[in-house]
């Protein structure tokens, strides 16, 4: 017997609320009938999903196992459904795109320049770090994305874009503002900012790590323009890849590479392994997307 998209709702309703009593309200049912799904579920798995105690129902480790798989269905059906209503509608198709903000423009100018119209498709576009943009194509959320990522995750499929390089960021007057480069070593002893957010932090912190040098404690951020922000006022210096730095004002910042060694980070285009079967137009806009990518990228 086949697990019913209803019964998954159910089941992640419990898993998030972790009590039978409000999951059934959440889902607008009594909580008899809220419990005899559950142990449907349970019997048609062979696998108890929830340990049950007085106070709360936790997840078991084949609970946790199975909800990233139930969260995937869910919302590829709520999408599939959203596309048979545009498609019955609109006679359009929505295609979902994650993308890292420092590859939004080059994104957003592909897409500009679609007709969306001839392809029958109504493009949707977010913005997140690499972590949450992976989740959202495991999830069914996202069709495709640009990240920051080493791992090709289980049931995604990617092709490598550029590698963008560190580089360090400063005030405009700032003694080494007019450096060609710096070594990661010279930053021993400045203030640098510790970016906290994504895959930016997480180079950084290990690039130093093997220069024995650790961020700034005064200064944590994790928005862009709160680094450069306290860049340009002098308080502190930057690691950002150069993607985020291109087209920064001259006036108030400098960048200068960063060597010894030289970091790099690899932006990949992600997307669902089986795509083409699932969605054929996006498959076909993903194709697209990777051959004018590397070069609106390097141009942004």
Known sequence: MPISIRQLRFFVALSQTGNFSRAAEAMAVSQPALSASIRQVETILGVRLFERTTH??????????????????????????????DTLRRRTTTVRIGTMPSALPAL????????????????????????????????????????????????????PLIEDEMALVLGA??????????????????????????????????????ANIVHSRHYRVDHMESLFGLVASGLAVGVMPRLYVRGYDPTRLAVVALTGPVVRRRLIFLHRARLAEEHPEAAALARDLVKMLPAALCES
């Not at 029958?120 to 990240?147: E, F, K, P, W």
């Not at 503002?177 to 180079?203: K, N």
Request: aromatic letters at 4%; proline letters at 2%; glycine letters at 8%.
């Open 56 to 85: 709360r129902v936790n997840l078991t480790e084949a609970g946790e196992a199975l909800l990233p798989h139930a969260w995937r269905l869910l919302t590829t059906a709520d999408n599939a459904f959203q596309d048979m209503n």
């Open 173 to 210: 007057e700032h003694p080494l503002a007019a450096r060609a480069s710096v070594t990661w070593a010279e930053l021993a002893g400045l203030e640098v900012v510790h970016f906290r957010s994504g895959s930016i932090g997480e180079i950084s912190t290990a690039a130093m790590r093997e």
């Open 108 to 159: 957003a100018q592909f897409v500009a320049g679609l007709d969306q119209d001839a392809r029958a498709i109504s493009v949707d576009i977010t913005d997140g770090t690499s972590d949450t943009l992976i989740t959202g194509l495991q999830r069914g959320a996202l069709d495709m994305a640009i990240c920051a990522t080493t791992l090709i995750e289980e049931g995604l499929a990617g092709t």
